[in-house]
């Protein structure tokens, strides 16, 4: 049995004290309620939930699984996940950000995102069931027709209706240009979809009344590749004009997924069989609702690593200061008791230091992005919602990339503290293991985020979100040079920062020379800007902390941790440095 408790104070202090959240919420559209009281309520609230309703049955729903009957093709949840599911859309959380018009609370994106931390850090398997509605209400909003959004997207954000994404096939998975179902117009106005899809979380399950299915497939003159994709809407149960529900849809669950983590989580093989289907948006233009979906999945999937990582990290502290065993290397320090706790291992401390820099580190960064999310679509100022959302473009492969390479360090050395023990189930601790494992895969693997990051943001569209982001950071350097309590930052950060900028254009150009040097060099990249994109978040906390009312204690805290950054993670940018600079004549071809 693991433990958890919402990390109410950090979140705040990320939200208030780094980023300065409530200024800039209440200064947008509609936000003139957006106040830390109100923020504060709603974070208190989602850890209760979390912590009493959805921790509890983390480790039993992983054990017990999701159950499939073939002959009603029908998934059964684990038990506790529709008492779960029931109390959290009766509270609202199934609409928090969704627009008011549609029934939902139009409360920030970054507040979501931050509730999102804690409902995974609970149950990183069950939240994967609303989850996935956030991505279809978003996709119907910005691309649906009206009565697409009366009549399929307010039964999710009631919280009645879930939602998927129904994307990935056998033959097509990053390549979704070679996707093979069809769309047959019929005479209502409507598609008979026919074709396979797996790997679709969440695609079955027993949790509300119906599931609506956003599906991408070819219509009959698609043209050929990714240009030939339209998206449509599928729900299990047909849906009368009136709302409610008609007929069996033909598309069912074939089988599902017996996976290494998420076992809890339904993740379906879905066959459609001349099923009843809507277009969203234009024809053979579905992939901008698909990445409308994609870019808010992306974002919440870095999130799930944070959640996992901050849970490990919450265990294997708790372990070591319980744990005694042998003395410490330069005497006893609680010669009382037959052994010392492992706090007093350098190593261990090491260990739990990595933990906290990448866990308060990877939640600056996520929380950055999506605060950037709100001012992009709800600032007045048309030149702040441009500059947030190249921004934004530019930060989500690094925060999606990133931070689920960073839970897998994390998880893993949670493990390692745990010993022997962390490899035996009933302590829990394999599980975020397990689970963290598949957070750099869906939605776009490590290698295709690190390509989107230097093939698409810095080259295709001339680094325009870097810029803004290294503008930011040398005006911060600018502002506290002086500054004794971050004198030791300050230096290589700019360092840090400049050849961030010297190793950008130096790729650019070897990339125009060569085409394959950037596949040799992203997944390097990508690192190296995540480090040097943490850095600059841990100094922004250091100087955050000291201007606060924070005590002692936890600007001592802050301190210490960005210290141990700064002198034995951040000089990892120079290992990457080098792969990169050995270009792709490094990666002979393999027979």
């Not at 339209?230 to 849809?249: H, Q, T, Y």
């Not at 293991?433 to 957070?439: E, Q």
Request: proline share 4%; net charge negative; hydrophobic share 40%.
């Amino acid at each position: 049995m693991t433990i958890y408790k919402a990390p109410l104070d950090d979140l705040r202090f990320a939200l208030f004290d780094v980023l300065g959240a409530e200024s800039t919420l209440t200064s947008l559209q509609g936000g003139e309620a957006h106040s830390r009281d109100l923020l504060d309520a709603v974070l208190e609230e989602a850890g209760r939930l979390s912590e009493q309703l959805l921790a509890p049955t983390n480790g039993p729903a992983d054990e017990e699984g999701c159950h499939f009957d073939k002959a009603t093709q029908a998934v059964t949840t684990p038990k506790g996940f529709k008492e779960a599911f029931k109390q959290f859309a009766e509270g609202g959380w199934t609409g928090l950000t969704n627009s008011e018009k549609y029934g939902g609370q139009a409360l920030p994106g970054v507040l979501g995102t931050a509730t999102t931390e804690i409902f995974q850090s609970g149950n990183l398997a069950w939240s994967l069931y609303p989850l996935l509605s956030e991505g279809a209400t978003h996709a119907m909003e910005m691309h649906g027709e009206e009565w697409q959004r009366e009549r399929f997207m307010k039964p999710i954000v009631e919280g009645r209706w879930t939602g998927t994404m129904c994307l990935t096939e056998p033959q097509a998975g990053s390549d979704l240009g070679l996707l093979k179902t069809r769309a047959e117009p019929t005479d209502n106005n409507a598609y008979k979809i026919t074709g396979t899809k797996i790997f679709i979380s969440a695609g079955e399950h027993d949790l509300t009344e119906n599931i609506v299915h956003l599906v991408l497939a070819r219509l009959p003159d698609a043209p050929e590749g990714s240009r030939g994709i339209s998206m449509f809407i599928v729900p299990k149960f047909k849906v009368n004009e009136d709302g409610s529900l008609g007929a069996r849809n033909t598309v069912a669950a074939g089988a599902i997924e017996h996976k290494m983590g998420i076992h809890a989580c339904s993740t379906c093989v879905i066959n459609l069989d001349g099923a009843e289907g809507y277009l969203i948006g234009k024809p053979h233009k579905g992939l901008m609702a698909m990445f409308t979906m994609m870019n808010a999945a992306r974002l919440s999937v870095g999130v799930q690593g944070l959640a996992l990582a901050e849970r490990a990290l919450q265990n294997s502290l708790n372990y070591a200061r319980e744990r005694l065993q042998s003395r410490s290397l330069s005497g006893p320090k609680f010669p009382d008791k037959p052994a010392d706790n492992l706090l007093v291992q350098p190593d261990v401390r090491r260990m739990l230091l990595t933990q906290r820099a990448f866990v308060e580190g990877s939640r600056a960064l996520l929380l950055y992005t999506a605060l950037q999310t709100d001012v992009e679509s709800r600032s007045t100022d048309e030149a702040a919602r441009k500059a947030a959302g190249e921004l934004v473009a530019f930060l989500i492969p690094i925060a999606k990339g990133m931070v689920t390479e960073l839970a897998q360090e994390c998880t893993k050395e949670a493990l390692q503290i745990y010993g022997g023990h962390g490899y035996i189930a009933e302590n829990g601790v394999e599980q975020f293991v397990r689970d963290a494992r598949i957070i750099t895969l869906y939605e776009g693997t490590t290698g295709i985020q690190a390509a989107d990051l230097l093939g698409r943001k810095i080259l295709q569209l001339q680094g325009v979100g870097f810029k803004h982001f290294l503008q930011e950071i040398s005006v911060f350097c600018q502002k506290h040079s002086a500054d004794e309590a971050l004198r030791t930052l300050i230096g290589p950060l700019a360092i840090a920062t400049k050849q961030w900028g010297d190793l950008t254009l130096q790729l650019a150009q070897r990339v125009q020379a060569n085409p394959e040097e950037l596949g040799a060099a992203a997944t390097d990249y990508l690192y190296y800007s995540g480090y040097v994109s943490l850095a600059y978040l841990w100094a922004r906390s250091v100087a955050a902390a000291e201007a606060s009312t924070q005590s002692a204690a936890f600007k001592q805290a802050k301190r210490d941790t960005a210290s141990f950054y700064f002198t034995r993670i951040l000089p990892r940018t120079l290992v990457h440095k080098a792969a990169i600079e050995a270009g792709v004549a490094s990666l002979p071809e393999i027979a």
